[in-house]
């Protein structure tokens, strides 16, 4: 894979503890791998990770080629929705769960079970899934497919329709009365199939009809089933950039404040959000181009396309 860059000893050697260092930013813990170690994450990806069982109906997050609007589009004529989502996310997906997902995997690796123990030293950190290492969100993804299978069959079973964005439940119906008791469900399917570790966050839970705003992974769903953006979401897009066209320094501040991002990270973030747009409201685009200049458009949505 590195053209004789590193031989498979020097996988087997490697001391993650010596490879990697913390970062705090807004009261949480980040891990940066080193360079080595991000390489040998690459190659796990490559030949491991890449291969773990995901949801493809539910899951959205985390994967090559999807967006947020696949995981809203799914509850457009629905008429109730119920929010929610996990507290301390990757905190809760312990190396035992991971160890599971490896051993289930269906992979071309012979040895993977010779090798398992290291393998979860270099994905996890005391026990846990760490917050800024790349092979994180595939794992969170695999870990949590029983759990996505479970209320995936309990939502057909109800009439329900079921969506996840990484942490983020979605669950919609066609009246309120049929979501009361959803949260309850979906605690019973994460005990079942992941254990006590995972617990909902009932702050930020909610059950809202349509009638008033339904406000959707920052995407906002109409009364006649339109998906639209948030006014919020839009004023960022438009803000950053203004600041991308006239002020970048300013702008890298921003992408430092926000994410502790920096400048190449903070303009995939940006060009995200554009190529959202150009999938989601191309009239919206189309106003972008006229503000802002078609040519800057295009270079921040090529930016994307990469």
């Not at 995981?71 to 989502?85: G, M, N």
């Not at 690796?109 to 760490?130: C, M, N, Q, R, S």
């Not at 009364?223 to 702008?251: A, C, K, M, Q």
Request: contains cysteine; aromatic residues 10%.
């Amino acid at each position: 894979m590195f053209h004789g860059k590193y031989q498979f000893d020097e996988f087997l050697a490697l001391k993650p503890e010596e490879h990697r260092t913390r970062v705090s930013w807004k009261g949480r813990t980040i891990h940066k791998p080193s360079g080595i170690l991000k390489n040998f994450h690459r190659f796990l990806h490559s030949f491991v990770l890449e291969h773990l069982l995901v949801d493809e109906k539910v899951s959205f997050a985390y994967r090559k080629g999807t967006t947020l609007l696949q995981a809203v589009e799914p509850h457009a004529q629905s008429r109730a929705f119920f929010q929610t989502d996990l507290e301390r996310f990757f905190d809760s997906i312990t190396s035992d769960l991971v160890r599971n997902v490896l051993k289930q995997a269906e992979v071309a690796v012979g040895d993977l079970d010779d090798h398992l123990e290291h393998i979860l030293a270099l994905l996890t950190i005391d026990g846990k899934l760490p917050i800024g290492y790349s092979t994180s969100p595939i794992l969170s993804n695999a870990c949590l497919s029983g759990f996505d299978a479970r209320l995936s069959s309990i939502s057909i079973d109800r009439d329900w329709i079921y969506t996840r964005y990484a942490d983020d439940i979605i669950i919609s119906a066609d009246d309120r009365t049929a979501l009361i008791d959803a949260a309850a469900v979906i605690e019973e399917c994460l005990a079942s199939e992941l254990g006590e570790g995972f617990t909902l966050n009932l702050a930020k839970s909610k059950l809202t009809t349509v009638g008033r705003k339904v406000k959707v992974l920052g995407r906002v769903i109409l009364p006649t089933g339109t998906i639209v953006i948030d006014r919020e979401v839009r004023n960022r897009i438009e803000s950053w950039l203004h600041f991308y066209t006239s002020d970048r320094p300013r702008l890298a501040k921003i992408f430092r404040e926000e994410r502790n991002e920096e400048w190449e990270e903070g303009l995939e973030r940006l060009s995200g959000l554009v190529s959202y747009v150009h999938v989601a409201d191309p009239s919206y685009l189309e106003k972008l181009r006229a503000k802002f200049g078609t040519t800057v458009i295009d270079s921040v949505l090529h930016r994307s396309a990469k």
